[in-house]
Structure formats: structure tokens, C-alpha cells
């Protein structure tokens, strides 16, 4: 895939509804000659980097001088699978559209918008030790390896039970971007009575019932929540700044555990090499 820093040929401009809020957001993307993404929200640049990471609890949520924007994974996986490394984001609200429930559509308005490559290289960064983080039951472990290739697994309660899988192509693993995200139906009655997940429809999420799935169209894949979860994966991972180079196993990630992975990468300098 790419071997340079890239951008966006042209601005565009992508609107939808926040998945906590409820509240309608506007995007608008324009092209970038510095090296990585960035979010302006009223005035404040805020770089999509791991080391602003302010919350993982229910999205990946990125802050710097009181503002704040949420739920960047699946747009950052979007640009992940575009081959874009250098891009600014305006948005007029704290959360990013949640579309549905995938990484579909911004992903299909990068293509639609076309690259535009720099000459500049140190896109990839290359894992060179073996490292881990573990939280609770929940393990990260990465090794070295010259392509990406994840393997992740799920343990939760009927009818999903526990699902693994394995993208050894991760970049050509185009199943993984319109995976939509889930959830379960009495967590999300939790999470509504302390006002979140406001937007939560059929249209931009999985919704997992007593027995069965609730969506009247079912499942876009077999796997597809361990897909999005392998999304929600590389989206995160992609906070790095660069397009790792690793062999990644993962059991239950989350968002905290996916940025906890890049802190243990950048540790220290002899954990990675940046071409
Ligand atoms: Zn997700």
C-alpha cells in the first residue's frame, strides 16, 4: 500500500449524528502538508495521538485546552484502510458522527476524494521486541513481524459467546471496515439513564437481544462483531501516527487496553523503528 506521507486530493464534507449525544455534527476535511491527523474544534487543534487520549471508557475521546472530541476510532480506521496519514478535521461538535456504526462511509468519501502523496516517507512503524499490557482477563501482545497481522478474540455472554479471528492481510481486510459497532440490549437502557448513547438506533449499531440479534437485516458478516472489535483495534492503534508493522494477538480489547499497547510501543526507543 502506501509508502509515503499522504493526504486528501480535495476538502470534503461529511455530516450524521453523534452516537451519545443524539445531536447532529458537520465535518469538514481538508488536505494537510504536516505529518498526521488533527481535529479542530472552536479554534483548538487537537493532534489523534495516543498521548492525548483523555477517556477509553465507551470510545476512544482525544482533549487538549477544555475541548474535546469523542468516538474517533472508526474514523481513524477509515484512514488507516485510505492509506491517509496526514489530514485536518473540522468539527462543530464533541463527538464524531457515528454514520452506521462503521467505517464505511468515511472511508468511502477518503476514496471518492482521492490521495495526494508527499515525498516524505516514515509512515510505518516496525515493532521490535515482543511486548505486552494485560488488564483484568484482558491481554494485548505484539511481536515483531513485517506485515500487520491481528488476531482477536470475544468472550461474551449468549448468543455471542466467545469468537475469534484471524486477518493476516490486515490492509486488504475490507470486511473489517463496514463492520458495525454493538451493543446489548440492558446495557444500553443503562447507559441511556445516565444520558449517553442518545442516538443508539438499529441504523448505526448492532443491537444483541436475550437470544438473538434485534436488526431485522441481521448481520452483515458471521464475524462481524469481532471484526469491528479488530476496527475498533486499528483505528486505535493508529493514534500512533504511523501504520504498525506487528504480529498483534488480542483477548477482550478495549479502548483502554488498545492505547495502554501504544504507551508500552513507545516506551522506549529500542521497542520500534519508524520507516
Ligand atoms: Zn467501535
Not at 483484568?136 to 515483531?144: A, E, G
Request: with cysteine; aromatic share 10%; proline share 4%.
Amino acid at each position: 500500500m502506501i509508502k509515503r506521507q499522504t493526504t486528501i486530493n480535495r476538502i470534503f464534507k461529511l455530516s450524521g449524528i453523534g452516537l451519545h449525544t443524539g445531536k447532529p455534527v458537520n465535518m469538514e476535511f481538508l488536505p494537510r502538508r504536516e505529518f498526521g491527523i488533527a481535529f479542530c474544534i472552536g479554534g483548538t487543534i487537537i493532534p489523534a495521538r495516543y498521548d492525548m487520549v483523555a477517556d477509553t471508557r465507551l470510545s476512544t475521546q482525544i482533549a487538549a485546552d477544555g475541548k474535546s472530541v469523542s468516538t474517533i476510532e472508526h474514523l481513524m480506521a477509515a484512514f488507516y484502510y485510505s492509506g491517509i496519514t496526514n489530514c485536518l478535521v473540522y468539527i462543530d461538535g464533541p463527538e464524531i458522527p457515528i454514520m452506521d456504526g462503521s467505517a464505511w462511509e468515511f472511508y468511502h468519501e477518503m476514496w471518492r476524494a482521492g490521495a495526494y502523496e508527499f515525498p516524505e516517507a516514515g509512515v510505518y512503524l516496525k515493532v521490535l521486541k515482543s511486548l505486552e499490557v494485560n488488564n483484568n482477563d484482558s491481554w494485548i501482545k505484539v511481536k515483531p513481524l513485517n506485515t500487520l497481522d491481528i488476531t482477536l478474540s470475544i468472550d461474551f455472554r449468549p448468543p455471542v459467546g466467545k469468537q475469534k479471528k484471524r486477518v493476516m492481510d490486515v490492509e486488504n481486510a475490507i470486511s473489517i471496515v463496514n463492520s458495525r459497532t454493538f451493543g446489548f440490549l440492558e446495557e444500553l437502557e443503562a447507559i441511556q439513564k445516565v444520558g449517553l448513547a442518545k442516538g443508539a438506533s438499529l441504523d448505526n449499531a448492532i443491537a444483541i437481544g436475550e437470544d438473538d440479534i434485534v436488526n431485522p437485516d441481521g448481520l452483515r458478516y458471521g464475524k462481524e462483531l469481532v471484526n469491528h472489535k479488530i476496527l475498533d483495534l486499528i483505528g486505535d492503534i493508529y493514534t500512533s501516527g504511523f501504520r504498525i508493522l506487528g504480529k498483534i494477538e488480542a483477548n477482550k480489547p478495549g479502548h483502554y487496553l488498545n492505547n495502554l499497547l501504544i504507551k508500552e510501543i513507545f516506551s522506549s526507543p529500542d521497542n520500534y523503528a519508524i520507516y
